[in-house]
Every structure is written in structure tokens, then in C-alpha cells.
């Protein structure tokens, strides 16, 4: 039922930021942020849930505690960007959207190398032992 009723709330708020748009388009472009924010706010209980979730499994996963981390970061760092791009583009600057996609990509691409170094390291180690 939560989802609908963000749902229902994000129909709604860009409904009534269009009706803005015309006379008044910052206030449209002010709308959509607290919509944003809003709907944010609900997020985190799910975000919640989910870092009940993460501890559950790190149980299991002991001694690499710190890849949960890394994903973790990963997934916080692709949202943030996600979140900061679209409302750039619905403020009319795409440009400045897609440089803010560009930096996600590469922040999550640059978090994964000492994960890889990691693999890597343990397929060796593997492959050396006779």
C-alpha cells in the first residue's frame, strides 16, 4: 500500500507543479524538489529494511564485512547522483545532469577496484598452491 500512496503523491505533485508551469515555473521546479524529498523520506524506511537485511547476510559473510560496505556505498553513491541528475534535467540543465551521471559511474567504477585487486589476489593465491 506504501507504494501507492507515493505513487498517488508523485502523480499528484507533478500535476500540480505543471499547473505552475506557465505563470510561475521556479515555483513548478520548487514543487518538484520537496515532491523529490518527500518521497525520499519514505524511501528510507525501506533503506532500513534493507540495512537489517545487510546485517543479517554479514553474518554469514565473516571476514568480508567490508564488500557489504563497499556495495552499500555503491548503492547510496548511484542514488545520490541519480536523485541530484534528474532534478537537473527537470530544471531545464541536462548538461550538467549528464556530468553528474558521468561522475557516479566512475566514483562506483573507482569503489570496485580494490574489490577486483581482491578477487584477483585470491585467484592467485589459489592457482599458486600446489
Known sequence: MEIIKIGILGVAGVMLALQFKSNRPEYGLYLGI??????????LNGLRALLAGVK???????GSGEYMGFLLKAVGITYVCEFCASICKDAGYGA????IEILGKL???LMGIPVLTAV????????STP
Do not use: M, R, W
Open 34 to 43: 520537496v515532491i523529490c524529498l518527500v518521497i525520499f523520506t519514505f524511501s
Open 56 to 62: 543479517e547476510l554479514e553474518k554469514y559473510l565473516s
Open 96 to 99: 550538467v545532469a549528464g556530468q
Open 107 to 109: 566514483s562506483v567504477l
Open 120 to 127: 584477483i589476489g585470491n585467484i592467485n593465491a589459489i592457482g
